[in-house]
């Protein structure tokens, strides 16, 4: 089965008020190209799952969305990402505020098909105080073991960037860190991709690159090239992340006039005309990665 789409094909399977998980981490191989195709739809109420970066922020900007479950939102560099800070102090979407590894946990929970994960993440401290529809569960095998139970975090579509696809949904990522995406495939009912590059058979041109592949095609839908698709974000072996961008998106933050400026300039024309207004590939693809 061929599973290769384009943007505005993938996004018309989306519906107002989907659970959609997104992959990456802050600022690193999110995919953008798909989120700014959310930007130019009609979508809303939409509720978004993530170890976040600018895509809640421009998404929450643009009123798309209703509520955030979260590790943490930031673009690195700039510590709190700056329209989704905006969204929290002005109370516009609904938050579920966890910690990176209760998130985890939900998110396995749900791939894993149970409702729930116990852990000892969380005891002792304010967040089951201030999450309390979390419940202690006490363990079968020990009546002194009082346990959290994590929900399982179940999710309507997953988006993820890879570094390359083939039409049968095989993926592989490129990088020193998978980040979580393979849980967020695992928590998905279904999975949309965007791709640096599509091959017709990664069995067949990257056979030696196969230990790169995160999780099974069988849980991908679809298929988007997406050359440049995680820009202004890092993408592993092709480009780093674009601080200069994510600070000029960052200061229409609260700003409703600049804000409409920013869609317009760069949102609204579509990803070619998006990449020019950015400095074209060559540019892109100068940028360097990130050491740590």
Same mark, same amino acid.
């Given at each position: 089965?061929?599973?290769?789409? =384009? ?34 739809? =009609? ?23 209703? *509520? ?143 230990? *790169? ?80």
């Amino acid at each position: 089965m061929d599973k290769r789409t =384009d943007l505005t094909g993938a996004i018309a399977t989306l519906r107002d008020g989907m659970t959609i998980g997104i992959g990456g981490w802050g600022p690193r191989r999110k995919p953008m190209a798909l989120i700014r195709e959310i930007l130019r739809s =009609d979508l809303k109420d939409l509720h978004l799952v993530c170890y976040g970066g600018p895509e809640v922020g421009m998404l929450c900007a643009a009123g798309k969305v209703s *509520k955030v479950t979260y590790g943490f939102v930031s673009l690195d560099r700039i510590p709190l990402e700056p329209w989704f800070r905006k969204a929290r102090e002005t109370g516009s979407v609904s938050v579920n505020e966890l910690d990176e590894g209760l998130l985890l946990l939900g998110l396995r929970a749900a791939a894993e098909g149970v409702s729930f994960a116990p852990t000892q993440v969380g005891l002792g401290t304010a967040v089951p105080e201030n999450n309390p529809y979390m419940k202690t569960v006490v363990s079968p095998y020990d009546p002194q073991d009082i346990l959290l139970a994590m929900p399982a975090i179940p999710l309507d579509v997953a988006l993820i960037h890879v570094s390359r696809a083939d039409h049968w949904g095989n993926t592989q990522t490129d990088g020193p860190d998978p980040y979580f995406d393979d849980l967020f495939a695992r928590a998905s009912e279904r999975v949309i991709v965007s791709a640096e590059e599509v091959v017709e058979r990664l069995d067949r041109t990257h056979s030696d690159q196969a230990y *790169k592949s995160l999780f099974h095609r069988g849980m991908v839908k679809s298929v988007v090239p997406a050359p440049l698709g995680a820009h202004p974000t890092t993408s592993h072996g092709v480009y780093g992340w674009d601080m200069d961008h994510l600070k000029t998106y960052g200061a229409t933050a609260g700003d409703a006039e600049a804000w409409a400026e920013y869609m317009a300039e760069y949102v609204a024309g579509g990803e070619e005309a998006y990449q020019a207004a950015v400095g074209g590939a060559g540019a892109v693809r100068s940028l360097p990665i990130p050491v740590f």
